[in-house]
């Protein structure tokens, strides 16, 4: 007997994670639900960093101006000693803006921010968390998923085409599944964190005791708040009570009598090092991210960010899979993002031990924490037909570049790709016969566009390459065809004068219209 789905989707959790997805999905407009145990949102700052992928993520989103308005970039990092002032570094020195990178370096802005904004981004879709509901059971059976939430009306059972387990690293989910959570725990390792007012200290370093004898201690001011999260190393036989007045010993034994106080906590945790890998990110209709996917240490800033990315490669194939779309493009999710992860897993572990060993001599980043060199190279949905590939292939990032409309008005390619569509990018070749057959079999899910340079003929949609940006940072030859997916990653170049290797591209993807 056939069973009625109830909705598409079932988000569990209402994290980052969970709710980068949800977004996606609420723009496609794919129904879904998102759940979440808690009863009231989280105001803690678990993370504070936001790496530049994901600021292209809210770009795509229409939601980076607020993002940025609520954050800091460049915010020097204080080394002192005992009461020394050491000096000040910029751990992103010499990262600034370029035209194909218009986010270069981290931004200080606290998770729940970031969470806020993406539940209002959430809310003019019409969509909304279910707090306080909480996922106590399911069961699969190959074609949808059996839930059952526990919430104040009641107990609900639901059916749903797909289950996304975002619910962190304690996952319910992940647990009922069983797979595995390959871990490296490091019990000895813990930090006391938390959010504090703080007198005695200004709001424009982040300040660090690196080489205190009794371990180390950070205070970093939060910006858009009044308040610092204050992260300190303790050791194996210290005390992890998670109080004010511990928290204020910590400074006081290692800032060198600065007078430094500590008031009006908000929130105040003990943080226990562990490393944590699933093996598999898909179990028939169910898939996990974020942290029920992956748990890493606090330094480099990739845990929030690593959930986002894991939301943004999924959301566009959901949505292609619920239009028709072979099943196995949903396996791709695993192929391209479960190695990425791990590497990324790699840095930060790296980070953590070099951090707790004093083996930091610069607080400067390395350029894999930011994200931006992600690339997808050699998953079955990059095809690079290029005998001679530039240095942008399939499967990289989709660089930015700032053009113009044929009317002159200024325009940025990620203006361009902004939207759940595909996008089609012919430099210097004429479209307009491909635009017609593409809108004719794709409607609005591929958005075709001619890049040229200055004085060409230009077609209605043309893209004006005023400073030569984009032919630069693409580096392809006239006449190359360059398809964008809609999480901004390149699936197909080629440089083959028809458009036959576009068409065999889209026709899986889109097999109502193939």
Same mark, same amino acid.
């Given at each position: ?100 990178? *218009?986010?270069?370096? =981290? ?85 006391? &964190?938390?959010?504090?007012? &703080? ?97 890493? =240490? ?90 001679? *590939? ?56 591929? =958005? ?27 580096? &392809? ?38």
């Amino acid at each position: 007997m056939d069973k009625r789905v109830n909705t598409p989707v079932l988000i569990v959790g209402a994290g980052p994670t969970g709710l980068t997805l949800a977004c996606d999905l609420a723009r496609r407009g794919i129904s879904f639900r998102i759940v979440d145990k808690t009863a009231n949102y989280f105001t803690g700052s678990r993370g504070k960093g936001l790496q530049p992928r994901s600021m292209e993520v809210l770009d795509d989103f229409g939601i980076v101006d607020k993002v940025l308005a609520s954050g800091r970039f460049h915010l020097p990092f204080r080394g002192y000693d005992g009461s020394k002032v050491l000096g000040d570094r910029d751990m992103h020195e010499g990262r600034h803006p370029t035209p194909d990178i *218009p986010y270069a370096s =981290s931004l200080i802005i606290p998770q729940w921010r970031v969470e806020e904004i993406l539940r209002n981004r959430l809310a003019d879709y019409s969509g909304h968390v279910e707090l306080a509901t909480e996922l106590i059971g399911f069961e699969q059976d190959g074609e949808s998923i059996t839930a059952t939430l526990d919430h104040s009306g009641g107990v609900e059972q639901l059916t749903a085409r797909f289950m996304i387990g975002a619910d962190g690293g304690r996952s319910f989910i992940r647990g009922v599944l069983g797979v595995d959570f390959e871990s490296e725990s490091w019990a000895s390792e813990r930090m006391l &964190v938390g959010d504090v007012r &703080v007198d005695g200290l200004d709001r424009e370093h982040w300040h660090s005791w690196q080489n205190a004898k009794l371990g180390w201690v950070a205070l970093c001011p939060l910006p858009g708040t009044d308040v610092f999260q204050f992260q300190a190393q303790i050791g194996p036989d210290d005390s992890d009570e998670s109080s004010l007045e511990r928290f204020q010993q910590i400074v006081d034994e290692r800032t060198g009598g600065l007078g430094i106080r500590l008031r009006d906590a908000t929130w105040l945790s003990l943080y226990r090092a562990n490393v944590r890998m699933v093996d598999r990110y898909r179990v028939g209709q169910v898939f996990l991210a974020g942290d029920a996917a992956h748990v890493h =240490s606090p330094a480099g800033g990739q845990g929030m960010n690593t959930g986002i990315q894991d939301a943004y490669n999924l959301g566009w194939k959901l949505g292609q899979a619920l239009d028709g779309a072979p099943d196995d493009l949903l396996d791709t999710y695993e192929e391209e993002w479960l190695p990425v992860a791990a590497r990324m897993l790699d840095v930060t572990s790296k980070l953590h031990r070099d951090s707790l060993h004093r083996e930091v001599k610069d607080p400067r980043r390395g350029p894999e924490t930011l994200q931006l060199g992600i690339n997808y190279r050699g998953s079955s949905l990059a095809r690079e037909e290029r005998t001679s *590939p530039g240095s942008v292939q399939a499967g990289d990032r989709a660089p930015d570049a700032p053009c113009q409309t044929a009317a002159g008005v200024p325009i940025r390619l990620f203006d361009v790709f902004r939207g759940p569509h595909f996008t089609l990018l012919a430099f210097d070749r004429p479209v307009d016969a491909l635009t017609s057959e593409i809108e004719q079999r794709y409607g609005t899910g591929v =958005s075709t566009h001619s890049v040229i340079r200055p004085g060409h003929p230009a077609e209605n949609g043309a893209i004006v390459d005023i400073e030569n940006h984009a032919h630069r940072a693409y580096d &392809v030859e006239a006449g190359a065809l360059v398809l964008v997916r809609p999480d901004g990653y390149i699936g197909l170049i080629t440089e083959t004068r028809s458009a036959d290797s576009v068409r065999e591209y889209l026709r899986h993807l889109f097999p109502v219209f193939g």
